[in-house]
């Protein structure tokens, strides 16, 4: 009994490193990995996984590229509005400008506006005192602000959950790949060797290689923008203060 098993085993040594040889000779003459044809070849489930992962793939740039443009578009307005502010013009041209209905406003000078705005408002009411005026104004400000907070976070959970859940989705293709070719094994009773196995063992990886292929971009681009975000929402916090000092030196001035 001995004897047959090392029997077995010297045969098996002998032949896998002869069919590994030749799998890999193959592999050579066909100048490499056809990822195209790998994938016709893959189970239906793996086709269903990587289509699957592919269209994730596909709305998560479409996010990243039209993020990018909110993001640069937003510091943009940001700095310009923040020269013509405190380049000493009166709050009254700002508004106005603000106001135009052939302009489209955000970001600070959509809190500037709100809240002067309102301000305005109470004040032309009279019947309000300087203290109420500028609890309305920061009232204004402060819907304004979650407002184009939430413009800013806008599709952020989306590519977030593209990039956490992309390598599992792979994964679950890689189990698929698997079980086939273990069942496709069993199928082929004791003729099974390194070149039978291998187109399984490779659609099983390509699942897991597609997942992190849509998962890394996803995640990077959600922490980069998440910190855009944070940097925003620190800058439009910062000018609300100061407007608001700003407004409450003016509602003093009325009294």
Request: charged share 20%; aromatic share 8%; net charge neutral.
């Given at each position: ?47 269903l996984i990587v289509l699957l992962l592919l269209a994730g793939s596909l709305i998560s740039w479409v996010i990243i ?149 849509v998962a890394i971009p996803a995640v990077w681009a959600f922490n980069r923008y998440t910190t855009r975000v944070d ?23 009325d009294e």
């Amino acid at each position: 009994m001995t004897g047959s098993i090392l029997a077995l085993v010297a045969t098996a040594v002998e032949v896998l490193p002869q069919e590994a040889a030749a799998a890999a000779a193959a592999t050579a003459a066909h100048g490499g990995i056809n990822y195209l044809d790998l994938m016709l070849r893959a189970s239906l489930p793996v086709k269903l996984i990587v289509l699957l992962l592919l269209a994730g793939s596909l709305i998560s740039w479409v996010i990243i590229f039209r993020k990018l443009r909110t993001f640069k578009a937003a510091d943009q307005e940001a700095d310009d509005f923040e020269n013509r502010f405190w380049s000493g013009a009166e709050l009254g041209k700002l508004y106005a400008s603000a106001t135009d209905r052939n302009r489209v406003v955000g970001g600070l000078e959509a809190i500037f506006e709100a809240g002067f705005r309102e301000f305005t408002r109470l004040r032309d009411k009279r019947r309000h005192d300087g203290r109420a005026q500028l609890e309305g104004a920061q009232r204004a400000m402060r819907v304004a602000y979650t407002r184009e907070v939430g413009h800013l976070e806008r599709n952020l959970e989306l590519l977030a959950n593209i990039g956490s859940t992309a390598p599992y989705v792979g994964l679950v293709g890689t189990v698929f790949g698997i079980m086939v070719t273990m069942h496709d094994m069993l199928n082929q009773g004791a003729q099974v060797g390194i070149a039978s196995v291998a187109p399984g063992i490779s659609e099983a990886l390509f699942a897991t290689a597609i997942g992190l292929f849509v998962a890394i971009p996803a995640v990077w681009a959600f922490n980069r923008y998440t910190t855009r975000v944070d940097r925003l929402a620190q800058r439009y916090e910062s000018f609300a203060d100061e407007f608001s000092s700003i407004l409450q030196r003016q509602a003093g001035a009325d009294e």
